[in-house]
């Protein structure tokens, strides 16, 4: 699986056998649309990100597991750094 949102829509696209144009018109947007949210070029709006998933028949968290990854990162790094001015303050 890709790291990117991109990358997984394209990946589940080809591994359902569907064009882009095919992709297109059952979400009622261009190709152009299509290939730039592949290429990261565009960023998704939420209603699509929920079309998509049910045209894949996947979870929405399938397109969003490295925004997920992202958050857990952000806060291990905050704990850490409270732990690190803890340690000097009072070590």
Same mark, same amino acid.
């Given at each position: 699986?890709g790291?990117?949102?991109? &990358?997984?829509? @394209? #990946?589940?696209?080809? *591994?359902?056998?569907? !064009? &882009?144009? %095919?992709? #297109? *018109? @059952?979400?009622? $947007? +261009? %190709?152009q +649309? $299509? #290939?730039?949210?592949?290429?990261g070029?565009? !960023?998704?709006?939420?209603? #699509?990100v %929920?079309d /998509?998933?049910?045209?894949f028949?996947?979870? +929405?968290a ?6 997920k990854l992202l ?6 790094l905050? /704990?850490l750094?409270?732990?690190l001015? +803890? ?5």
């Open positions: 699986m790291d990117s949102i991109g &990358q997984r829509i @394209k #990946a589940k696209r080809l *591994e359902l056998k569907l !064009t &882009q144009n %095919q992709v #297109a *018109e @059952k979400l009622f $947007v +261009t %190709q +649309t $299509v #290939a730039r949210w592949e290429n070029k565009h !960023t998704l709006p939420v209603k #699509a %929920q /998509l998933s049910e045209l028949d996947v979870p +929405t399938y397109f969003l597991v490295k925004i958050c857990v990162d952000l806060i291990f905050h /704990l750094v409270v732990f001015l +803890t340690l000097s303050y009072f070590g």
